[in-house]
């Protein structure tokens, strides 16, 4: 499988439910800097989210076809 198909970003809800977890632990974990996968960024009073693919894998112990199964499973 291509390795390159999971470029730039996974978004908080794909992360969220690959981690049985809510958006809303997601989103506070990168606000606080607890989730070393990614990085929240506040712009003006609302915050942007970065889900790097690469770091998201060796946090979750899986390779990027893993993740690719995982995000497109029903």
Request: hydrophobic share 25%; charged share 25%; proline share 6%.
């Given at each position: 499988m291509n390795k390159n198909i999971i470029v730039g970003n996974i978004t908080i809800k794909q992360a969220a439910k690959i981690m049985n977890k809510s958006e809303m632990f997601i989103r506070i974990g990168l606000q606080r800097g607890s989730l070393k996968f990614g990085t929240a960024e506040?712009?003006?009073?609302?915050?942007?989210?970065?889900?790097?693919?690469?770091?998201?894998?060796?946090y979750m112990g899986i390779d990027l076809e893993e993740l690719y199964v995982r995000i497109n499973r029903n």
């Open positions: 506040k712009i003006s009073s609302k915050y942007s989210y970065h889900i790097s693919p690469m770091k998201f894998c060796e």
